[in-house]
């Protein structure tokens, strides 16, 4: 029987050929160093080669895995159909293209450690640091875009729900993905709403991000369709299910003890 990894990693792709392997080393380099037990699961969609590549790598290191296929189906499905693959006591995600240091994570443990639920990094905080900033035009369409978020959903409480550099104890992702529906973008602020309407703990902390000036987002279509998938998840049942009381879970120090 396989022993249960402290840590599963998704990287969602798209056409990442690029920057993939230079993030698995660098993640794993990292990990390593830590001497955590991790998987590190990659959706990779796109006809670019990162999948193969990926693919490659899994052949000479099971703690790696590749799915997705040519199509582009959505950052929310790959994330989604990752935790699904998962195993980890603790699940996360991060950009490919590495925009958030893997080194942040020594920010979100000690809150995992705490019992927090899901903790999420953000770039809108104190404690943040934007190392390379969007464009003006990105960062004033994000300014809007988080007033009409924050007016639907109600998540006044998160500053930054796009930072995609999020992690969840093991149980609770599974539980919010196994509901989420969103393919798109807005899966960042469906999970969260998911979550805040279940009761889970939601910690937001500050961690470095850098841009890097590659937006796949469509200016036009693309915000057309955010706008209708934020009215599907304050308007369209989301989160209305019941949930069961979440397990008592063992502390990190402790997992690497009984795992």
């Given at each position: 029987m396989k022993r249960v990894p402290e840590l599963s990693l998704i990287l969602p792709a798209y056409n990442e050929a690029r920057a993939i392997q230079s993030t698995l080393d660098e993640v794993q380099a990292y990990l390593d160093g830590e001497g955590l037990s991790y998987e590190v699961v990659v959706p990779a969609d796109g006809d670019d080669g990162t999948r193969e590549a990926v693919a490659r790598r899994a052949r000479r290191d099971a703690r790696v895995q590749a799915l997705g296929g040519p199509g582009r189906r959505g950052k929310g499905r790959g994330v989604r159909e990752g935790v699904a693959r998962a195993r980890g006591r603790l699940i996360g995600f991060a950009d490919a293209d590495n925009k958030t240091p893997i080194s942040e994570l020594e920010k979100v443990f000690p809150w995992l450690e705490a019992g927090w639920d899901v903790?999420?990094?953000?770039?809108?905080?104190?404690?943040?640091?934007?190392?390379?900033?969007?464009?003006?035009?990105?960062?004033?369409?994000?300014?809007?875009?988080?007033?009409?978020?924050?007016?639907?959903?109600?998540?006044?409480?998160?500053?930054?729900?796009?930072?995609?550099?999020?992690?969840?104890?093991?149980?609770?992702?599974?539980?919010?993905?196994?509901?989420?529906?969103?393919?798109?973008?807005?899966?960042?602020?469906?999970?969260?709403?998911?979550?805040?309407?279940?009761?889970?703990?939601?910690?937001?902390?500050?961690?470095?991000?850098?841009?890097?000036?590659?937006?796949?987002?469509?200016?036009?279509?693309?915000?057309?369709?955010?706008?209708?998938?934020?009215?599907?998840?304050?308007?369209?049942?989301?989160?209305?299910?019941?949930?069961?009381?979440?397990?008592?879970?063992?502390?990190?120090?402790?997992w690497r003890k009984v795992g």
């Open positions: 903790v999420i990094g953000s770039r809108a905080l104190g404690d943040s640091r934007v190392e390379v900033a969007q464009p003006l035009y990105r960062r004033l369409g994000s300014r809007c875009f988080g007033l009409g978020m924050h007016l639907l959903t109600g998540l006044w409480e998160v500053h930054d729900t796009q930072c995609g550099f999020k992690f969840f104890q093991g149980e609770v992702a599974r539980d919010l993905f196994a509901r989420q529906r969103i393919d798109g973008y807005m899966f960042d602020v469906e999970v969260l709403y998911l979550a805040a309407r279940a009761g889970y703990r939601i910690k937001e902390v500050g961690v470095r991000w850098r841009d890097d000036g590659d937006s796949r987002l469509e200016l036009v279509r693309g915000n057309w369709r955010n706008l209708i998938d934020l009215l599907r998840i304050r308007f369209g049942g989301i989160g209305k299910e019941k949930q069961p009381a979440a397990p008592a879970r063992l502390p990190l120090a402790a």
